[in-house]
Each structure stands twice: as structure tokens, then as C-alpha cells.
């Protein structure tokens, strides 16, 4: 027989099959002979107390033959022949899943990715990190993966509502990734690792007879009536399908600048700005684990954290233990930083963004205040809150000096606004450059970071420290425009063939929401064009 069992362990006893074989006995009244083996359904890390313990939920097979983790069945067609075509406008998670969905329903993908594949774009990301020169179309948010790629393969999502997250579990261990993402609490699969992931995925789209290209950056699209009829790209060529999926990201300006200039209905849309913060890991570990020196079965510390300063809402984004931060600028002249990690976390810093909440009177009010300075700055466009988000990337630029330098404080001194005489060693490899941020960032930025951590520092003791670097500019959490959608059809309200998805439409929020919005949007298609009700 097969028994579910919960146990509290310490972390040396948790990855001991002979202990926790032991345990499933005790528990079940059962000689250690009797129990064959089992399946780790959840596992999370308790770190609240003194004593940290690992909560298990495993599947025990009980007198009865052990059989491994069965992985959940896909059934990819091939469509080489197939009538029906979509075409698919970016490779990150919400165009790859988005192609493998319409892969199972017998549909063609044409998938039109404006970088290049991930081998070639790890040489123009070499570029950027040493030279400071960063190509438009191939960086670490375009190109093969999106920005997903270089974000450390965070597969945590709170919403289960957009579908299935073991299905997107499943389909990534499909690929390459590891097992233990599918009952982790807060799964990861490493940016080393990712790259490998992505190409297997590519790999069966071509061999099910899907196409995909690269360096296919889309100019322009033909209308007729209420739908696309083609969709041109900027070496003169042109594509036609029944659908088109539009999943181009959150740093897809001139997408979005093309709709807007085409009549095309979009919004202005409320996102986050702020800083990458980083500290010595080991900082993070002693203050998470309440101790001197991390056990070594434990893994580098994370946290999440949140503050309200005067009606502003500040949260940690995108906190990666063991990690580095990477240059994310799309463009020349504009400073943008993210974070990630390779599987093992094993890297000697911690980074997170942290992040205030933008709207559109926040940066209205900030203007008439004389604090900040947008050119022919429109209230009314919604390409406003795109604007200010590219002026403050500027500012930051300019800040640092060029070159990708980044403007940085130590923590305590940005909450003092006292210039750092000396900054730490960083992961930011085009290097820091001591700078008041205070002049980077708008004061309704600037202000609900600087109080929140002091905040921070009395929830983590040792966090408020001159020992963390405050780095800018962290600004490409999400879409600052939204691209609507009908709710039933999915579909743009005015072009019945367009589908917004991922996060560039403002229908995610990471990896996973964005695979489970591409997935969703693919069988919507596939339900209109197969006439399915």
C-alpha cells in the first residue's frame, strides 16, 4: 500500500533516505524492510526558531513494489503539414510554452524572436559586461529565453489561477530540469542551467515541424479589417498565420511605441521602481539561521520582505542568495539591474531588488515639484509611465559615468543621504561608482526605500548595514503598459486575431505565470480556430 506522511527534521537528517526509510516504518508500524521507497511530495524550510527544521510530506510505498515519480504525459504532434498557423512573437517562457501548447493541439508555431540563440547570446552578453557596449536586439532581456534566461529560474508563483503549475513544473523536468522542483517550496533551476533547458525545448519545436527564427526583430503590422494579415520584420520579410501571439516582454519599447503609433489600443500601466541591494551571503545566512556559521546542509538564505512608508508600498523583488548582479539595460545611455543565480547559489553575495510603487499622479506630482524632468512628458499617453521609467534609467546612467558603471551607496548611507567615501567589494562586474541616489531617484522613491531599511534592519537584525550596497537602478520589474485583451475570447479588443500574453501585455509576473499565461492563450486559440465552444 502507498501512506502520505508528514515529519519535522533536522536539516543533517532530511536528505538521509535511511533515516527518513526509518521514520515511514515508525510511523507506519511497519518493519524498515517493509517500506520500498517513497516519493518527497513537499518539502520547506522552517527558519523561524532557534532550531531550523525541514518540513517533509513524502509518499511511502508499504509492502508493495516502489516505482519512480511517473512524469505527467505530453503529446507534441507533428504539425509539419498542419493547416492551422500562429505566429508567436518572442522566445521567452510565455512564446515557448505558448509553442508547445500549440504543439499538442496539432497548430503550426511560427515563433519570430528579434535576438539570437542562447549560445550566440552569451558572447554579446560578455560584450556588455566588459566593454559596455550592449546590443539592442541581444542582451539580458532579448534574445533566446527572454529575460527569464538570466533571472535565476525562479518557479514560484502565488496565483495557480492563470493554470497549471505542476503542468509547467512537469514540462520544465521534461526538459532537463531537476526533480526536486516538482515539491520544493520555492523551486529554482539556475541560470547556468537554463540555457540547456531552452534549447531542448527549441529543439523539439523544430522537430515536431514548428519554425523558429532568429533575428526576426517585428517592424510593423499589416492590417485588414479587424485582424492581422501579415506581420512584417525588419529584413524585409513577411509572415501570415490565422493568430498572432504577442509575447515580447516588459522591455519591448518599440513594440509598444508600433501599437501605439498604429491606432492599436494600449494603457499606461502601474509597475515597480527602485535598487538592487547586496550583502555578503553570509550576512544573510547568519541573520535567517539565527547562527554563526550556516550548517552546511542548509541552503544560502534567502528573504521576502514589505513595508508601508506614507501610503508607498516597499517590497523586496527577485532576491537571489548565492547570486550576481547583471547589467539589463535594452539600449545605450540607460542603466538597468537585475539578478540571478546558478543552481547551486553558491556565489559569495545576495542580491535583491527593492522596489516602490509607481502611478501615473506619483510621477505627475513629481514633475510639477520641479523634482524630475521628462521632454514632452503627455499625462495622457500611455506610453507616460514608459517614459519616466527610460528617464530614470538615464539619470542613473549619467550617475555612474558611463560605460554601464552603476551609481551605488553603501545602505546606511543612502538612508542618510551621505555620499559612501568607500564602496564594497560587488557582484556588478561593469563596476560601482559612488554616487547620491537621491539624485538619481524621485523622492517618492527615494524616501519609502531610505525609512523602509531601517525597518528592514529591526525585522532582520545586522540587515540595516554599511556592509550592503544599494546599486540603480532596478526599473524593469514589470510592463509599464498594458496591452487589453478581451476576459472571454482573449483576444485584442479591436484586432480579433491578436493575443497579448506574458508579461509585456501585463498578464505575468515571472516564469511561471508567464508559461501558464502562454499555455492559456494557445488553447484559446486553438478553441477558436478548431470552432470548439
Known amino acids: 500500500m502507498q501512506q502520505k506522511f508528514s515529519f519535522k527534521l533536522l536539516p543533517s537528517e532530511a536528505d538521509n533516505e535511511s533515516i527518513i526509510t526509518r521514520l515511514l516504518a515508525n510511523a507506519a508500524g511497519k518493519k524498515t524492510s517493509s517500506v520500498t521507497g517513497f516519493h518527497i511530495l513537499k518539502k520547506s524550510i522552517d527558519a523561524r526558531g532557534k532550531t531550523i527544521w525541514i518540513n517533509l510530506t513524502v509518499n511511502a510505498f508499504i509492502d508493495e513494489p516502489f516505482y519512480h515519480r511517473q512524469p505527467l504525459p505530453f503529446h507534441f504532434k507533428d504539425v509539419t503539414n498542419a493547416t492551422e498557423k500562429v505566429i508567436i512573437?518572442?522566445?521567452?517562457?510565455?512564446?515557448?510554452?505558448?509553442?508547445?501548447?500549440?504543439?499538442?493541439?496539432?497548430?503550426?508555431?511560427?515563433?519570430?524572436?528579434?535576438?539570437?540563440?542562447?549560445?550566440?547570446?552569451?558572447?554579446?552578453?560578455?560584450?556588455?559586461?566588459?566593454?559596455?557596449?550592449?546590443?539592442n536586439d541581444?542582451?539580458?532581456?532579448?534574445?533566446?529565453?527572454?529575460?527569464?534566461?538570466?533571472?535565476?529560474?525562479?518557479?514560484?508563483?502565488?496565483?495557480?489561477?492563470?493554470?497549471?503549475?505542476?503542468?509547467?513544473?512537469?514540462?520544465?523536468?521534461?526538459?532537463?530540469?531537476?526533480?526536486?522542483?516538482?515539491?520544493?517550496?520555492?523551486?529554482?533551476?539556475?541560470?547556468?542551467?537554463?540555457?540547456?533547458?531552452?534549447?531542448?525545448?527549441?529543439?523539439?519545436?523544430?522537430?515536431?515541424?514548428?519554425?523558429?527564427?532568429?533575428?526576426?526583430?517585428?517592424?510593423?503590422?499589416?492590417?485588414?479589417?479587424?485582424?492581422?494579415?501579415?506581420?512584417?520584420?525588419?529584413?524585409?520579410?513577411?509572415?501570415?498565420?490565422?493568430?498572432?501571439?504577442?509575447?515580447?516582454?516588459?522591455?519591448?519599447?518599440?513594440?509598444?511605441?508600433?501599437?501605439?503609433h498604429k491606432n492599436i489600443l494600449i494603457e499606461s500601466k502601474p509597475f515597480a521602481l527602485g535598487v538592487r541591494i547586496e550583502h555578503p551571503q553570509n550576512l544573510i545566512d547568519s541573520v535567517q539561521y539565527h547562527c554563526a556559521t550556516k550548517d552546511e546542509n542548509l541552503p544560502p538564505a534567502s528573504y521576502s520582505l514589505v513595508q508601508q512608508v506614507n501610503n508607498k508600498g516597499v517590497f523586496s523583488?527577485?532576491?537571489?542568495?548565492?547570486?550576481?548582479?547583471?547589467?539589463?539595460?535594452?539600449?545605450?545611455?540607460e542603466l538597468v539591474v537585475n539578478g540571478w543565480s546558478p543552481s547551486k547559489r553558491n556565489n559569495p553575495y545576495a542580491n535583491s531588488g527593492m522596489v516602490v510603487q509607481v502611478e501615473l499622479k506619483d510621477v505627475i506630482d513629481s514633475i510639477n515639484n520641479s523634482q524630475l524632468v521628462i521632454n514632452n512628458f503627455d499625462p495622457k499617453s500611455p506610453l507616460a509611465l514608459m517614459y519616466f521609467q527610460q528617464a530614470i534609467e538615464r539619470k542613473a546612467f549619467t550617475a555612474g559615468g558611463g560605460n554601464f558603471v552603476a551609481p551605488a551607496q553603501r545602505m546606511i548611507d543612502f538612508s542618510t543621504n551621505k555620499i559612501s567615501s568607500s564602496l564594497p567589494d560587488c557582484s556588478?562586474?561593469?563596476?560601482?561608482?559612488?554616487?547620491?541616489?537621491?539624485?538619481?531617484?524621485?523622492?517618492?522613491?527615494?524616501?519609502?526605500?531610505?525609512?523602509?531599511?531601517?525597518?528592514?534592519?529591526?525585522?532582520?537584525?545586522?540587515?540595516?548595514?554599511?556592509?550592503?550596497?544599494?546599486?540603480?537602478?532596478?526599473?524593469?520589474?514589470?510592463?509599464?503598459?498594458?496591452?487589453?485583451?478581451?476576459?472571454?475570447?482573449?483576444?485584442?479588443?479591436?484586432?480579433?486575431?491578436?493575443?497579448?500574453?506574458?508579461?509585456?501585455?501585463?498578464?505575468?509576473?515571472?516564469?511561471?505565470?508567464?508559461?501558464?499565461?502562454?499555455?492559456?492563450?494557445?488553447q484559446m486559440i486553438s478553441a477558436v480556430l478548431f470552432n470548439i465552444t
Do not use: W
Not at 116 to 124: E, I, L, M, N, S
Not at 186 to 196: A, D, E, R, S, Y
Not at 317 to 333: K, L, Q, V, Y
Open 89 to 135: 512573437i518572442g522566445a521567452g517562457p510565455a512564446g515557448l510554452f505558448a509553442a508547445l501548447q500549440l504543439l499538442e493541439k496539432g497548430i503550426q508555431p511560427i515563433i519570430l524572436e528579434r535576438g539570437k540563440d542562447v549560445k550566440a547570446r552569451r558572447r554579446d552578453l560578455a560584450i556588455l559586461n566588459k566593454e559596455g557596449i550592449v546590443n
Open 317 to 333: 523583488f527577485c532576491m537571489c542568495p548565492g547570486g550576481i548582479i547583471a547589467p539589463a539595460a535594452t539600449a545605450p545611455n
Open 428 to 522: 556588478y562586474l561593469p563596476g560601482l561608482s559612488s554616487a547620491s541616489l537621491k539624485d538619481v531617484l524621485p523622492d517618492f522613491i527615494y524616501t519609502p526605500l531610505a525609512k523602509s531599511f531601517i525597518e528592514f534592519g529591526k525585522k532582520m537584525k545586522g540587515y540595516y548595514t554599511n556592509d550592503a550596497v544599494v546599486v540603480a537602478t532596478e526599473s524593469r520589474t514589470s510592463s509599464p503598459v498594458r496591452i487589453p485583451r478581451s476576459t472571454d475570447l482573449l483576444c485584442h479588443p479591436q484586432i480579433k486575431n491578436l493575443y497579448p500574453c506574458g508579461e509585456g501585455g501585463g498578464y505575468a509576473g515571472g516564469i511561471v505565470s508567464a508559461a501558464m499565461d502562454g499555455e492559456r492563450v494557445a
Open 138 to 260: 541581444s542582451n539580458y532581456c532579448f534574445g533566446e529565453g527572454g529575460a527569464g534566461t538570466y533571472s535565476d529560474g525562479k518557479l514560484y508563483t502565488r496565483s495557480n489561477k492563470r493554470g497549471d503549475i505542476n503542468r509547467i513544473l512537469n514540462l520544465f523536468v521534461r526538459f532537463g530540469a531537476e526533480e526536486k522542483i516538482l515539491y520544493e517550496a520555492h523551486p529554482h533551476i539556475g541560470t547556468n542551467k537554463l540555457p540547456q533547458i531552452i534549447t531542448a525545448m527549441r529543439s523539439l519545436i523544430v522537430d515536431c515541424g514548428g519554425v523558429f527564427l532568429f533575428e526576426k526583430k517585428v517592424t510593423d503590422f499589416i492590417l485588414k479589417g479587424q485582424k492581422i494579415a501579415s506581420v512584417q520584420t525588419a529584413d524585409g520579410n513577411s509572415f501570415e498565420a490565422d493568430a498572432v501571439i504577442l509575447a515580447t516582454g516588459h522591455s519591448a519599447r518599440d513594440i509598444f511605441k508600433l501599437l501605439h
